[in-house]
């Protein structure tokens, strides 16, 4: 990989608008360790206007570009019409550059359908792949949990959740360093013979795969970290994926609360407040800023609209992480040879 990178932004999408992904756009260079900021680029995709206003605040000089994008498609907006209705929107010029090999990577918080079908028709699919699949990161006792997919396809077939299983652990190895990550197919059993028809028939064909299969895992031994892949369909995962990142606003809520209602409980807050602090980082999905979207021939990442600013930095890094990774080398190569073999 070539040490420069430009990672396209889309700054008018998203709950909180454009000062909050500048605001987190200029933290990535503030606050990222120089081993993942160096030779990166940021081209804001947005209103010239107001980006160049927000950006001006911030005063200092970054390597931060700006591309004119005057349409935004909202969270509400069915994702093909409103590509279709508005050609010049952040989502579908970030994703024209990417086409044209003027940046390297992309990141949205805004409309997740929008940003899978843009970048399906710029990029394309990585060869053989059926279906492209969001990877979420999630917290567990252990070490993070890649879980796919988590709300791109619903009714998956045995054969496409075998595909997300190779790409699952493509991405825990070239990101997260895992050397050989531990698959498992979400169920509600551990028996092979428990769950649907099609779940029964993906763990057949996972078992007689070389990947290192576990077998079924159940809800509550994803979060003890006895997976580090966790196969599912889009369905499942989107509805696990909203749970788990509900358990920190009900975690920070409850202590929150306790902490207010006596004064010993206030300075008991205080002295346990690293452990604390260590338990919120754990659990904040602002931590892992976005999921990519695995089995495309680029790099495109999913920000959750709800994103603050450390999100979207969080999210830019994971672009950066990826892209350096060469994970999608590594799915094309190895999905390659099974199909020849």
Request: glycine content about 12%.
């Amino acid at each position: 990989m070539s040490a420069g990178l430009t990672v396209a932004l889309d700054a008018m999408s998203g709950d909180h608008g454009p000062a909050v992904v500048v605001r987190g756009a200029v933290s990535f260079y503030e606050a990222t360790r120089r081993g993942t900021s160096d030779g990166v680029r940021i081209n804001l995709v947005g209103d010239r206007d107001i980006l160049a206003r927000h950006l001006g605040r911030h005063g200092a000089r970054l390597p931060i570009d700006i591309t004119h994008a005057p349409e935004v498609i909202g969270m509400d907006e069915h994702p093909a019409e409103a590509l279709k209705q508005k050609p010049h929107s952040s989502i579908a010029v970030m994703a024209g550059l990417q086409k044209k090999g003027v940046v390297q990577a992309m990141v949205s918080p805004g409309n997740t359908g929008a940003m899978m079908a843009a970048s399906l028709f710029a990029l394309g699919r990585l060869p053989g792949i059926a279906r492209p699949a969001i990877a979420a990161t999630l917290p567990s006792e252990k070490d993070p949990t890649v879980v796919l997919d988590v709300g791109a396809n619903v009714g998956c077939k045995p054969a496409q959740l075998k595909q997300f299983a190779y790409m699952g652990s493509a991405y825990s190895r070239g990101v997260f360093g895992v050397d050989r990550p531990r698959v498992s197919l979400l169920n509600v059993g551990s028996e092979p013979s428990k769950g649907t028809p099609a779940l029964q028939e993906a763990h057949r064909m996972l078992a007689e795969t070389d990947l290192n299969f576990t077998g079924n895992i159940e809800g509550d031994g994803l979060l003890k970290g006895e997976a580090d892949v966790v196969v599912c369909d889009g369905l499942e995962g989107n509805i696990l994926l909203k749970i788990t990142e509900s358990i920190a606003e009900l975690i920070g809520g409850s202590l929150y609360l306790e902490m207010r209602r006596h004064w010993f409980t206030r300075a008991g807050f205080l002295m346990m407040k690293p452990a604390f602090s260590q338990l919120w980082r754990s659990l904040d999905s602002a931590e892992y800023g976005g999921a990519p979207l695995l089995g495309l021939d680029g790099v495109s990442i999913v920000a959750h609209g709800s994103s603050n600013a450390k999100a979207i930095c969080n999210a830019i890094r994971a672009a950066c992480d990826f892209y350096r990774s060469g994970v999608n080398e590594v799915i094309e190569r190895e999905l390659g040879e099974r199909d020849q073999s």
